[in-house]
């Protein structure tokens, strides 16, 4: 049933009027005042306001600057009743977004003509914004599944097509081989070609790549120079040389670009499911481990894995035992990236970010310490020293006069899955201080879809504390909107990756305003990762971005230098004009 909000102080009209939309079906909520109308339109949400304009205390126009500025309520249908006809009283209240006008005395005829047409004007929006919604969402879930430069699959769909297989295997107890293949020195040639001809040679890489593969096989692009095949209906020894003999013979000859001649060098290793491994990720670590035998002088350009080749070098071995001893020593330290309001244009809160400063090794990328950390169950007590001494540095700026940050924590899928979360949270807030309301703890897709139930009910234990919960980088997994309706969460992080080609890719601009308009109009804070240009940043503000974090502000840095960033008062505006 559609409900219509009526706020008009003198109590005839407003009496007479509810009975006419209530004899007509109408569900009808009435407010005397312009305070009470606000109020109860943020509460009950009605599909349509009739609002009169002259009313003592909050006025029509204030009523419609009001409800516009909370995105809830924004895009209500908003008629207004008024006793004069003046041009200029019509033209401020369309200018404020205002859909109709209603003159007093009105008749019946005119009321719910008016009505009928902004509801079925209404309607005709909510098709179209959801018509574009699911033209978005297939848009996306391509563009997560596909390479954007060589339309290969990626690493996504890669992983989607091995489950289809694998119950077929299982079924019929065939072996499934994953090849994995690199091309020398393709990384270092974009990068001296430069871009757009190091993009024209990969596209080239990928043409001959697929006119090697047959139907129902995949071939993906799972780095820069290296593609990992998918083989369907190969299931012998024999048959994957022919295959492997076939795409060394295919990279035999060379590329020509312009002037330049271009010779690649194909490697290949080979996994077999079952025996070298019952996961993806683990077929395509030993597969790669057999690509780097081939590599070695005298070797077949073509290796099958075995055990020998997986064993760990020592200085894997040596670093795994030294991030255990790290975190006792203290090597490691956080640092902290600027989150800017859009709005105030002043910095708002912070990511946390470890990093580890190995007394010999100089700094260790996170890109390396956060996968081993993962893989052995170390980031666990690093997560929880990361959250412990981040709220205890948020405290310390609140204690040094600042003005209370909202500190933004990671936690890993280990770290979500670890039983008494919440426990955990609960006594660290206690011990450091730190109000729950000032913590926001951000999670990945990944991490929430492995069990959605569980999860739900995670995040809403957390949320009941007053904690906020934000999703991190959007848009890299599974991205579906009707989950991301069903979790409690605050804030949506737009991944980097769509950031940084914000304004030169075309479907990355489109999907990038689609994720906006979605968040916000599920209640969601926006929060942009990776500004690193004015023109990201204009974009962003000329779309009602909530927040940015990146270079373009300020990378991460240390406790000491953010406290002077605080004490300056650097925000948005002070930035550009110094640029």
């Known amino acids: 049933m559609t409900k219509i909000l009526v706020i008009e102080d003198e109590r005839a009209i407003r009496s007479n009027l509810l009975k006419l939309l209530s004899a007509e079906g109408f569900e009808t909520i009435g407010a005397d005042s312009g305070y009470s109308g606000v109020q109860l339109a943020q509460q009950e949400l009605p599909d349509l306001i009739i609002c009169d304009i002259l009313m003592p205390g909050l006025d029509g126009y204030g ?8 995105s809830a309520t924004a895009t209500i249908p908003f008629i207004f009743l008024t006793a004069k006809a003046d041009r200029s009283d019509l033209r401020q209240g369309m200018s404020l977004g205002a859909d109709d006008y209603l003159t007093k005395p009105f008749s019946r005829a005119e009321v719910l003509e008016a009505i009928a047409v902004r509801l079925q004007k209404q309607r005709l929006q909510t098709q179209r914004h959801t018509l574009e919604l699911k033209k978005t969402e297939a848009l996306m879930s391509y563009l997560i599944r596909y390479d954007r430069l060589t ?13 289809e297989l694998l119950t077929q295997v299982k079924a019929d107890s065939q072996r499934l081989p994953i090849l994995c293949l690199s091309l020398e020195p393709l990384n270092h040639l974009n990068n001296t070609l430069g871009p757009a001809n190091g993009d024209l040679l990969t596209q080239a890489v990928a043409e001959r790549l697929t006119s090697c593969v047959r139907k129902g096989d995949t ?4 780095g820069t120079e290296q593609f990992a095949l998918l083989l369907a209906s190969i299931h012998e020894n024999e048959q994957v040389v022919k295959i492997a003999q076939t795409l060394l013979s295919a990279f035999s000859s060379p590329f020509h670009l312009g002037i330049h001649e271009i010779l690649l060098t194909a490697r290949i290793g080979i996994a077999w499911f079952g025996r070298d491994g019952r996961d993806l990720d683990t077929l395509i670590k030993h597969a790669s481990a057999a690509m780097e035998d081939a590599k070695q002088p005298g070797k077949t350009p073509y290796q099958f894995y075995i055990s020998s080749i997986g064993a760990k070098s020592q200085e894997a071995l040596l670093l795994e035992q030294e991030m255990r001893q790290a975190l006792e020593r203290g090597e490691f330290q956080l640092y902290y990236q ?16 470890a990093r580890w400063y190995h007394p010999k090794r100089g700094l260790v990328s996170p890109s390396e310490f956060i996968p081993l950390a993962e893989k052995t169950g170390l980031i666990v007590p690093l997560g929880e020293w990361v959250l412990k001494t981040a709220c205890i540095q948020a405290r310390a700026w609140q204690d040094a006069g600042f003005y209370p940050l909202r500190i933004a924590v990671n936690l890993s899928g280990h770290q979500f899955s670890q039983p008494h979360l919440g426990s955990l949270v609960v006594d660290i807030l206690r011990e450091t201080g730190l109000d729950p309301s000032y913590l926001e703890l951000e999670l990945t897709e990944s991490s929430l879809m492995q069990n959605p139930e569980a999860a739900i009910a995670t995040l809403q234990e957390l949320k009941a504390l007053g904690i906020r919960i934000s999703i991190d980088d959007f848009g890299t997994g599974y991205s579906s909107l009707s989950y991301l309706s069903q979790f409690p969460f605050d804030v949506l992080k737009i991944d980097r990756s769509f950031v940084c080609q914000l304004t030169e890719d075309a479907k990355n601009t489109t999907i990038t305003t689609a994720i906006l308009q979605m968040a916000h109009g599920l209640n969601l804070k926006v929060v942009a990762e990776g500004v690193e240009t004015s023109n990201q940043l204009a974009f962003l503000q000329g779309h009602q971005c909530d927040e940015i974090q990146g270079y373009w502000f300020s990378p991460p840095v240390s406790a000491e230098i953010f406290s002077e960033l605080l004490s300056s008062g650097k925000g948005l505006s002070l930035l550009s004009n110094s640029g």
């Open 338 to 353: 600027p989150k800017v309001n859009l709005l105030t244009e002043q910095i708002e809160g912070a990511e946390a970010l």
């Open 219 to 222: 071939i993906a692009q799972v």
């Open 63 to 70: 009523v419609l600057k009001a409800l516009h500025q909370d």
């Open 151 to 163: 339309n290969l699959p990626n690493r996504f769909l890669l992983q989607e097509r091995f489950n």
